[in-house]
T-cell receptor
Framework: DQQVKQNSPSLSVQEGRISILNCDYTNSMFDYFLWYKKYPAEGPTFLISISSIKDKNEDGRFTVFLNKSAKHLSLHIVPSQPGDSAVYFCAADEYDTDKLIFGTGTRLQVFP | NAGVMQNPRHLVRRRGQEARLRCSPMKGHSHVYWYRQLPEEGLKFMVYLQKENIIDESGMPKERFSAEFPKEGPSILRIQQVVRGDSAAYFC??????????????FGQGTRLTVV
């Protein structure tokens, strides 16, 4: 059973526009969420995170929104840049467990 | 992150052989996590180790897979008698504290295992 879902396998956005990547989860015990960026043949790189006690966290061009009632989070990238082209993974963590649960990823392509 | 070193980067094994994957955590990190990514899937937790101890191996297949993190040296993920289905990218992550919520936790570049 997939507890963390990224239903869009790919997204294509023009440079300068907003990229919105979505993630849904089913486990109400998750209390912390992370976004990772991954380039081909490299490991995931931490991007931004949010605790379940918040509904928004911002870091430069990246903002994560959390809607607990809908069990939904999204990553906004504004403005999008060609260097943002990568696979983005959403991950969730449950308090006092030792493992992150990852989604299947969304491939973002930012074109000029 | 270049600080977590995994080797080899690529490993080819014939069915039935053994695969040994190594992970050297960042300096000062005593917590190591192994994840596996099958083609077109997300990363899946395998095992969490602290120095000399396996803390959580709930994601490890019951047979053929083992992991260790000795007092000296890298963490080793060992797969015996590999099968085609073991072909995947294996990532390790290290952290100075329990959990990967820590902003000082990093993933390595992974080992891509191909079983032929």
């Amino acid at each position: 059973d997939q507890q963390v879902k990224q239903n869009s396998p790919s997204l294509s956005v023009q440079e300068g526009r907003i990229s919105i990547l979505n993630c849904d989860y089913t486990n109400s015990m998750f209390d912390y969420f992370l976004w990772y960026k991954k380039y081909p043949a490299e490991g995931p790189t931490f991007l931004i995170s949010i605790s379940s006690i918040k509904d928004k966290n911002e870091d430069g061009r990246f903002t994560v929104f959390l809607n607990k009632s809908a069990k939904h989070l999204s990553l906004h990238i504004v403005p999008s840049q060609p260097g943002d082209s990568a696979v983005y993974f959403c991950a969730a963590d449950e308090y006092d467990t030792d493992k992150l649960i990852f989604g299947t990823g969304t491939r973002l392509q930012v074109f000029p | 992150n270049a600080g977590v070193m995994q080797n080899p980067r690529h490993l080819v094994r014939r069915r039935g052989q053994e695969a040994r994957l190594r992970c050297s955590p960042m300096k000062g990190h005593s917590h190591v996590y192994w994840y596996r990514q099958l083609p077109e899937e997300g990363l899946k937790f395998m095992v969490y180790l602290q120095k000399e101890n396996i803390i959580d191996e709930s994601g490890m297949p019951k047979e053929r897979f083992s992991a260790e993190f000795p007092k000296e040296g890298p963490s080793i993920l060992r797969i015996q008698q590999v099968v085609r289905g073991d072909s995947a990218a294996y990532f390790c992550a290290s952290s100075p504290r329990q959990g990967l919520r820590d902003t000082e936790a990093f993933f390595g570049q992974g080992t891509r295992l191909t079983v032929v």
